[in-house]
């Protein structure tokens, strides 16, 4: 059973690597729920009222789909729970969490991570991790085209999004509940170049055969499903 997550910041290309890797796998994907979010852009209109009311909201609905991502066959995870604390910790440092909220919020990932302690399969098999520039950030946000995430709506998010990229750093060092690898998501059009998607698809599978959750002779002509 293979379990990829994927991380990186706002636009890195998450979603759609999501998409081109469980598809080229034949595993099941698992997408972030964005645009049904209901506090996202009360979020965005009122950070400091919203953020803690907001984390909640995304640590449950990670919770939920990292367990059953972890109790189903083949998946691909669009980002995970592994990274809401990363979210929250930066509003917390920027006013925008009382330490109560910030208390309780611990308390509630924690008492969430030790349940997943008890899981038959405790954690994924690979985090693949999206680094991008600031600027190639900002193209991405631009060209998906959230009103409440542009700059034009508030441009205070410059500051925002120049410290989250901060944050992803150590975030990514520390990291250890899985084997990870970093795609360079400034380098490689994986939506518009077929070249640079394989070139990408090359670096997992390579990273996938390296951790042992794909045969050495493993190619997409043979397309062998993935080890149950
Ligand atoms: N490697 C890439 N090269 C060019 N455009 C990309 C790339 N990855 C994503 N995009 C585009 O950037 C926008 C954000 O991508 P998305 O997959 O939603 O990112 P995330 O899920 O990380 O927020 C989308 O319009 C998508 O088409
Ligand atoms: N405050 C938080 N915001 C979050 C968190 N996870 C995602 N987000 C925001 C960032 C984007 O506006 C949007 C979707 O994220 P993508 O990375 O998929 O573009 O949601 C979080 O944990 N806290």
Same mark, same amino acid.
């Given at each position: 059973?293979?379990?990829?997550?994927?991380?990186?910041?706002?636009?890195?290309? &998450?979603?759609?690597?999501?998409?081109?890797?469980?598809?080229?796998?034949?595993?099941?994907?698992?997408?972030?729920?964005?645009?049904?979010?209901?506090?996202?852009?009360?979020?965005? =209109?009122?950070?400091?009222?919203? =953020?803690?009311?907001?984390?909640?909201?995304?640590?449950?609905?990670?919770?939920?789909?990292?367990?059953?991502?972890?109790?189903?066959?083949?998946?691909?995870?669009?980002?995970?729970?592994?990274?809401?604390?990363?979210?929250?910790? %930066?509003? =917390?440092?920027?006013?925008?969490?009382?330490?109560?909220?910030?208390?309780?919020?611990? $308390?509630?990932?924690?008492? %969430?991570?030790? $349940?997943?302690?008890?899981?038959?399969?405790?954690?994924?098999?690979?985090?693949?991790?999206?680094?991008?520039?600031?600027?190639?950030?900002?193209?991405?946000?631009?060209?998906?085209?959230?009103?409440?995430?542009?700059?034009?709506?508030?441009?205070?998010? $410059?500051?925002?999004? &120049?410290?989250?990229? @901060?944050?992803?750093?150590?975030?990514?060092?520390?990291?250890?509940?899985?084997? &990870?690898?970093?795609?360079?998501?400034?380098?490689?059009?994986?939506?518009?170049? @077929?070249?640079?998607?394989?070139?990408?698809?090359?670096?997992?599978?390579?990273?996938? &055969? @390296?951790?042992?959750?794909?045969?050495?002779?493993?190619?997409?002509?043979?397309?062998?499903?993935?080890? =149950?």
């Amino acid at each position: 059973m293979t379990v990829i997550v994927l991380s990186g910041p706002i636009g890195a290309g &998450k979603s759609s690597l999501t998409s081109i890797l469980s598809d080229y796998l034949g595993t099941k994907p698992f997408y972030e729920s964005v645009d049904d979010n209901p506090v996202l852009p009360l979020f965005y =209109a009122d950070p400091k009222k919203y =953020a803690f009311l907001l984390q909640v909201y995304f640590l449950n609905t990670r919770f939920h789909s990292i367990k059953a991502a972890l109790t189903q066959n083949n998946n691909v995870l669009d980002r995970s729970i592994y990274e809401d604390a990363l979210f929250f910790q %930066m509003n =917390a440092d920027i006013g925008r969490a009382t330490p109560e909220e910030v208390d309780t919020y611990y $308390e509630l990932l924690h008492n %969430m991570m030790d $349940e997943l302690e008890r899981m038959p399969k405790k954690e994924p098999d690979l985090l693949v991790h999206i680094n991008v520039y600031y600027e190639t950030m900002i193209k991405r946000i631009q060209k998906r085209g959230r009103p409440y995430e542009q700059l034009s709506y508030d441009a205070t998010l $410059e500051d925002y999004y &120049k410290r989250l990229l @901060e944050y992803y750093k150590p975030w990514y060092e520390k990291y250890d509940y899985s084997p &990870k690898m970093e795609i360079d998501g400034d380098k490689y059009d994986f939506i518009a170049s @077929e070249k640079d998607r394989k070139i990408v698809l090359d670096q997992i599978v390579a990273k996938l &055969k @390296e951790v042992g959750k794909l045969p050495a002779d493993w190619d997409k002509s043979t397309a062998i499903k993935l080890d =149950a």
